[in-house]
T-cell receptor
Framework: GEDVEQSLFLSVREGDSSVINCTYTDSSSTYLYWYKQEPGAGLQLLTYIFSNMDMKQDQRLTVLLNKKDKHLSLRIADTQTGDSAIYFCAELRAGGFKTIFGAGTRLFVKA | DAGVTQSPTHLIKTRGQQVTLRCSPKSGHDTVSWYQQALGQGPQFIFQYYEEEERQRGNFPDRFSGHQFPNYSSELNVNALLLGDSALYLC???????????????FGEGSRLTVL
């Protein structure tokens, strides 16, 4: 189908790790992304992974990609209250013109 | 370095009216994509413009049209507005043709359209 799927809500305590999961749709997508949206703002790229990789680490962020299952995850270590936001999984479809987004996961971080 | 700018930030229209939204891409970017984000939803791809042509289109009716100017800025036009067109309209710019770079999109803060 057309939809990128992700769970809608996640609540964690400050200092814990957060894991946000996503299932994408097109096995030939070249890049997979995680975008972050804070209230009243547009989306901002958090991190990305190229489709020939299975893991990428960037400071507190770890992205895991399972191409066989078309599954993408984002782990945020030592989650802070400032990480509270909506996180969107997205894929760049083959051809390179169209980026498709999931519905977003709202992350709540409790102090 | 100015990022992506959109105008207006908020507007209210009535059913049947027409609206034009504007976008200036980030400096150095030549590609503009438009997205519709309904409340509580993810951005839905409307279309993408490159070299003043519509390069790809999402699943939106012909009431949604656009334009790209020689300076790479873009407009989104929506005719015969429906209540369901109420949403945040996001413009995103990027660089170059497919196969180059990471495809990262740089988003503006959006134009919030309310249709009464």
């Amino acid at each position: 189908g057309e939809d990128v799927e992700q769970s809608l809500f996640l609540s964690v305590r400050e200092g814990d790790s957060s894991v946000i999961n996503c299932t994408y749709t097109d096995s030939s997508s070249t890049y997979l992304y995680w975008y972050k949206q804070e209230p009243g703002a547009g989306l901002q790229l958090l991190t990305y992974i190229f489709s020939n990789m299975d893991m990428k680490q960037d400071q507190r962020l770890t992205v895991l990609l399972n191409k066989k299952d078309k599954h993408l995850s984002l782990r945020i270590a030592d989650t802070q209250t400032g990480d509270s936001a909506i996180y969107f999984c997205a894929e760049l479809r083959a051809g390179g013109f169209k980026t498709i987004f999931g519905a977003g996961t709202r992350l709540f971080v409790k102090a | 370095d100015a990022g992506v700018t959109q105008s207006p930030t908020h507007l209210i229209k009535t059913r049947g009216q027409q609206v034009t939204l504007r976008c200036s891409p980030k400096s150095g970017h030549d590609t503009v994509s438009w997205y519709q984000q309904a409340l509580g939803q993810g951005p839905q791809f409307i279309f993408q413009y490159y070299e003043e042509e519509e390069r790809q289109r999402g699943n939106f009716p012909d009431r949604f049209s656009g334009h790209q100017f020689p300076n790479y800025s873009s407009e989104l036009n929506v005719n015969a507005l429906l209540l369901g067109d109420s949403a945040l309209y996001l413009c995103a710019s990027s660089q170059g043709t497919s196969g180059r770079g990471t495809g990262e999109l740089f988003f503006g803060e959006g134009s919030r359209l309310t249709v009464l």
